[in-house]
Each structure stands twice: as C-alpha cells, then as structure tokens.
C-alpha cells in the first residue's frame, strides 16, 4: 500500500520529455531559490516586528 502511494507520488512530480520549459524552471526555482526565501522571509518579520506584549515587560 505505501509503495504504490510512493509511485504514485513519484510518478505525479516526476518531469517527462513532453513536459513545457516552463514547468521544468518552475520546479527548480521552487527546489533551489524558494527553499532561501523562508528563512530570509522569517528573520525579516523577526526583526521588523515588535510584540505588543513585550512592551508592558
């Protein structure tokens, strides 16, 4: 059961020759550039925000 779930995970992101260009740089901008933005993306509301709470501390 769980192997057919794999394969057919595998087969659903799996990039075949008919697939278009632009899926195939969509796919490698999200595994390479996408995966760099979250961490970035975190540390900036860390920074940026201030909690309402800690103002009474």
């Known amino acids: ?3 057919n779930i794999n394969y057919a995970l ?3 992101l799996n990039a075949t020759p008919a697939s278009p260009q632009w899926a195939i740089e ?3 901008f999200i595994a ?3 995966i ?3 961490p970035l993306l975190v540390v900036t509301l860390w920074l940026w925000g201030a909690c309402p ?3 009474g501390v």
């Open 32 to 34: 390479k550039d996408l």
């Open 26 to 28: 969509m796919a490698i």
């Open 36 to 38: 760099l933005i979250v």
């Open 53 to 55: 709470a800690a103002d």
């Open 1 to 3: 059961m769980l192997e």
């Open 10 to 12: 595998f087969a659903l």
